[in-house]
């Protein structure tokens, strides 16, 4: 994502990739800084996973509460799963987005098979902030919402997921922009590569290779009789 072949789409969507790139630098001076899990938090997350992985937790469920994160989460399982699913090892990522898959996913993740934990991505201000709007009648029953933000109403989301999936047998991590910004988006983008890359490592896998992938392409390009080069 921090090459040109990324830059690209990130910039016509209207990002200020200058901003996004100085975020993604500044990530790794302090990356670089020491490998201590004290003061290296991409090093600490990527211990997590592993150690969760050798516990049994197989899969890697990663919700975020903003709708705006449906991307970066769609781009972070193709890290993940390109990186790390080698040599019969490697996380399955997979994502949510709360509180829609609540819904849908919660009872599941709630008193399913015990082989996933959870990573929340949160974001501690939005760059707007919405509030619940006030009516003379409470109809339908949601009049103690009445004034409240919904940032505020997210972050007692979470917080109740969190616990409850923890009372259930689901560890979960939490990882926390300051704001929706290009500059802590490129701050995300470079901890999630660092990593995700370390996570590899310690599985005894090559994160910066994909053989698996050629496999499929092969089978599709002969069945779509594609000319040998």
């Given at each position: 994502?921090?090459?040109s072949?990324?830059?690209?789409?990130?910039?016509?969507?209207?990002?200020d990739i200058?901003?996004f790139?100085?975020?993604?630098?500044m990530?790794e001076k302090e990356l670089?800084?020491s490998?201590?899990?004290s003061e290296n938090?991409?090093y600490?997350?990527?211990?997590?996973?592993h150690?969760?992985f050798?516990k049994?937790?197989t899969i890697e469920?990663?919700?975020?509460?903003?709708?705006?994160?449906?991307?970066v989460?769609?781009?972070?399982?193709?890290?993940a799963?390109?990186?790390e699913?080698?040599g019969?090892k490697g996380?399955?990522?997979?994502?949510?987005?709360?509180?829609?898959d609540l819904?849908?996913?919660g009872?599941?993740?709630?008193e399913?098979?015990?082989?996933?934990?959870e990573?929340?991505?949160?974001v501690?201000?939005?760059?707007?902030i919405?509030?619940i709007?006030?009516?003379?009648?409470?109809?339908?029953g949601?009049?103690?919402?009445?004034?409240?933000s919904l940032?505020f109403?997210?972050?007692?989301a979470y917080?109740?997921?969190?616990?409850a999936?923890?009372e259930?047998?689901?560890?979960?991590l939490?990882i926390?922009?300051k704001?929706r910004?290009a500059?802590?988006?490129?701050?995300?983008?470079y901890?999630f590569e660092?990593?995700?890359?370390m996570?590899?490592?310690l599985?005894?896998v090559?994160?910066?290779?994909?053989?698996?992938?050629?496999?499929?392409?092969?089978?599709?390009?002969?069945l779509?009789?594609?000319?040998?080069?």
């Amino acid at each position: 994502m921090l090459t040109s072949a990324g830059l690209l789409p990130i910039a016509i969507a209207g990002i200020d990739i200058r901003d996004f790139m100085d975020g993604a630098l500044m990530a790794e001076k302090e990356l670089t800084k020491s490998s201590d899990l004290s003061e290296n938090t991409a090093y600490l997350y990527a211990a997590y996973r592993h150690l969760f992985f050798q516990k049994g937790k197989t899969i890697e469920l990663m919700a975020a509460f903003h709708s705006s994160f449906e991307y970066v989460l769609e781009w972070w399982k193709q890290l993940a799963g390109e990186s790390e699913g080698k040599g019969g090892k490697g996380i399955f990522p997979s994502s949510a987005r709360y509180t829609t898959d609540l819904h849908s996913l919660g009872q599941l993740v709630q008193e399913g098979t015990r082989n996933l934990f959870e990573t929340f991505l949160l974001v501690e201000k939005s760059s707007k902030i919405v509030e619940i709007g006030r009516s003379n009648s409470d109809r339908d029953g949601l009049g103690y919402l009445e004034g409240k933000s919904l940032d505020f109403i997210n972050e007692k989301a979470y917080k109740g997921s969190a616990t409850a999936h923890l009372e259930g047998g689901v560890p979960n991590l939490a990882i926390t922009l300051k704001e929706r910004s290009a500059h802590n988006l490129g701050q995300l983008f470079y901890f999630f590569e660092r990593a995700v890359a370390m996570t590899g490592y310690l599985s005894g896998v090559n994160p910066f290779d994909q053989p698996g992938v050629e496999f499929y392409k092969r089978n599709m390009f002969r069945l779509l009789n594609k000319p040998s080069q």
